[in-house]
């Protein structure tokens, strides 16, 4: 990972406002480049059944690194970049500010802080800061959501998951539905022939969007989540190549994901 020299912006909120960049990376020689998720399950009410969901990572990346600023800074200055850097206690968009990582972002926080003072300019102060940061997972993320729209549905339906990570990729769905009404099967022949399904899906045209994270189904018809019709299993994707089978009145099916990228 290649981030000394380069300004960065962290919570949207740029540190060149301050002049601030890193000045140098410091990465175990010996970071393992893998890491498994620990899993908790929880219990959805509505639907009474427990679904796995991700807690957090093994070995998520760390590493320590030294901004320095090119002026001295003043002591409002220093307050508040703390307010802005230093005071997290939520993983924040940490956006590098280079073209090898256009579009790569960390969800991390910044701790165990030390001023660094020094001279600029015949003025003598606090001119940078070293600090750990902890992120969120062993890899960076893509910026945004990538959006899949499949050409053509059918039973002979493949997808590549490009994701570095080696397990499931779990996408937000969008089913545009016609006039037929009726079952929706979505089936990943690759995981097992796993099958994501709909019974009795109103035939007026409407768009059906499951939610992974939220562990939530909604339609555009409703206010009220659908679960009744949902047998629960939300569509999954394994690393690599994915050939997976679309049957029922689908007009359109979008995924909606972001992806796993090594730094």
Same mark, same amino acid.
């Given at each position: ?112 802080v030390e001023e660094i003072e020094g001279g600029v300019g015949g003025k003598y102060g606090t001119v940078g800061f070293k600090a750990t ?18 050409a053509d549905i059918g039973t002979q339906m493949a997808f590549q998951n490009p994701s570095i990570y080696k397990g499931y990729l779990y996408? &937000? +769905?969008? *089913?545009?539905?016609? $006039? ?5 099967? @979505? ?5 097992? !022939? ?12 409407? &768009? +059906?969007? *499951?939610?992974?994270? $939220? ?5 555009? @018809? ?5 679960? !009744? ?35």
């Amino acid at each position: 990972m290649h981030l000394s020299g380069n300004y960065f912006n962290y919570n949207h909120q740029p540190s060149a406002m301050w002049g601030l960049f890193f000045a140098q990376v410091e990465l175990s020689p010996d970071r393992r480049r893998t890491g498994g998720p620990e899993y908790t399950t929880q219990y959805n009410q509505i639907s009474h059944r427990h679904f796995l969901q991700q807690d957090k990572w093994e070995e998520p990346l760390t590493f320590e690194a030294e901004i320095v600023s090119d002026r001295v800074l003043s002591d409002e200055e220093v307050g508040d970049i703390y307010a802005w850097l230093f005071h997290e206690k939520a993983f924040r968009k940490l956006e590098p500010l280079s073209d090898e990582y256009d579009g790569i972002y960390l969800n991390c926080v910044f701790h165990a802080v030390e001023e660094i003072e020094g001279g600029v300019g015949g003025k003598y102060g606090t001119v940078g800061f070293k600090a750990t940061v902890l992120c969120d997972a062993p890899w960076g993320w893509e910026d945004g959501e990538t959006i899949y729209e499949a050409a053509d549905i059918g039973t002979q339906m493949a997808f590549q998951n490009p994701s570095i990570y080696k397990g499931y990729l779990y996408p &937000t +769905i969008l *089913l545009q539905t016609g $006039t037929r009404g009726g079952d929706i099967l @979505l089936q990943n022949i690759t995981d097992q !022939n796993r099958e994501t399904r709909f019974r009795s899906v109103n035939a007026t045209p409407h &768009t +059906i969007t *499951l939610l992974p994270e $939220t562990l939530e189904v909604r339609s555009s @018809l409703s206010t009220e989540p659908l679960y !009744n019709q949902f047998n629960k299993n939300f569509f999954r994707l394994l690393p690599g190549l994915n050939r997976f089978a679309v049957t029922g009145d689908v007009q359109k099916l979008t995924f909606q994901y972001r992806i796993a990228r090594l730094i």
